[in-house]
């Protein structure tokens, strides 16, 4: 048997995946792995350049030319359209990764009610809209559904309140759904990332300095010693979208070092 045939993740060959937060970090390196893989790919982010940037990537990879669907997965027409042109343009859908997502500091003192429900809408709302529309199309192919969660969802952080009420839905959607679609073959699970350098810090309000020093205290943070790797994530979404994780549905998988299973002594 090649190689290529005893591992299964290769079975993403062909498939088409609808992938979220596509322009930047766990999202965009989920393409170019998939990309590598021979998916046949639609990007939505709402930074256009960028997700040009990664359907150029993903090219260069020798991959058919992605669909660029473009948008603010806040709206829900957009969230419509999206699934819309996926279907319109590859007449199916194998694979839906809902990697998009935002992250904001704030403890129960702090946290208003708007940057409550713009978590809450851009971390569950959107993914409970999406999902919801993606659905019929991934029974039709017994497809599967990758949520990009955080070990915020699993394990208790202070002054993260919203985000990490939002990542504990996640997981909690991604068993529920799970149960409801299994007698359908269709799969879903999470990945449950520690830290993972990217944009997502930066943008939560972290300044260089500062991210630096977030940065060294993963070292202290992570049983492995050291923050993940985009790449870490993208392998382990490619392998529950695969036939590789064919009995695997319901998991909230942590990829993050060990960080889930530590305890401060
Ligand atoms: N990095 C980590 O340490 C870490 C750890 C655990 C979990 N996660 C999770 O991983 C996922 C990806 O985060 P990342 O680290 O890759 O962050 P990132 O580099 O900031 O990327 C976030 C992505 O989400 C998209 N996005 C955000 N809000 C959106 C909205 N309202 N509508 C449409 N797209 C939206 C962004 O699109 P644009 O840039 O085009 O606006 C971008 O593509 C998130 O769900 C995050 O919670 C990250």
Redesign the pocket.
């Known amino acids: 048997m090649a190689t290529e045939d005893a591992c299964k993740v290769h079975s993403l060959r062909g498939k088409v995946a609808l992938i ?10 989920t393409c170019v792995l998939f990309a590598k893989l021979g998916a046949l790919l639609a990007l ?5 350049e ?2 040009n940037k990664v359907a150029q990537q993903c090219k260069d990879c020798g991959a058919a030319e992605p669909l660029l669907v ?5 709206d829900e027409d ?1 969230v419509k359209t999206t699934v819309d042109k996926t279907i319109a343009h590859f007449g199916r859908l194998d694979v839906l990764v ?6 904001a500091m704030g403890s129960i003192e702090t946290t208003d009610l708007a940057q409550y429900d713009k978590i809450m ?3 569950v709302r ?1 993914v409970f809209h999406l999902t919801h529309l993606c659905v019929p199309h991934l029974i039709k192919t017994k497809g599967c559904i990758v949520n ?5 969802g699993q394990r208790s952080f202070p002054n993260v309140l919203a ?1 990490c009420v939002s ?1 504990s839905a996640i997981d909690q959607f991604t068993r529920c759904i799970a149960l409801e679609l299994a007698p359908k073959q269709v799969r879903a699970n999470s990945v ?10 930066k ?1 939560a309000g972290l300044d260089e300095e500062q991210y630096a020093k977030f940065l060294a205290k993963s070292k202290e943070t992570h049983a492995l010693g050291r ?2 790797e ?1 790449d870490e ?1 993208a392998q382990a979404i490619a392998f529950l979208a695969s036939d590789a994780a064919s009995f695997i549905t319901g998991v909230n998988l942590p990829i993050d070092g060990g960080r889930h299973a530590m305890c401060p002594r």
Request: proline share 5%; charged share 10%.
């Open positions: 979220t937060g596509a322009s930047s970090g766990i999202g965009a390196g939505n982010g709402r930074d256009v960028n997700l473009p948008g603010e997965l806040t957009t809902n990697s998009a997502g935002i992250l809408n851009v971390n959107s990009v969660s955080s070990v915020n985000y990542k449950c990332p520690g830290v993972i350098i990217t944009e997502v810090h943008r923050p993940g985009v994530v």
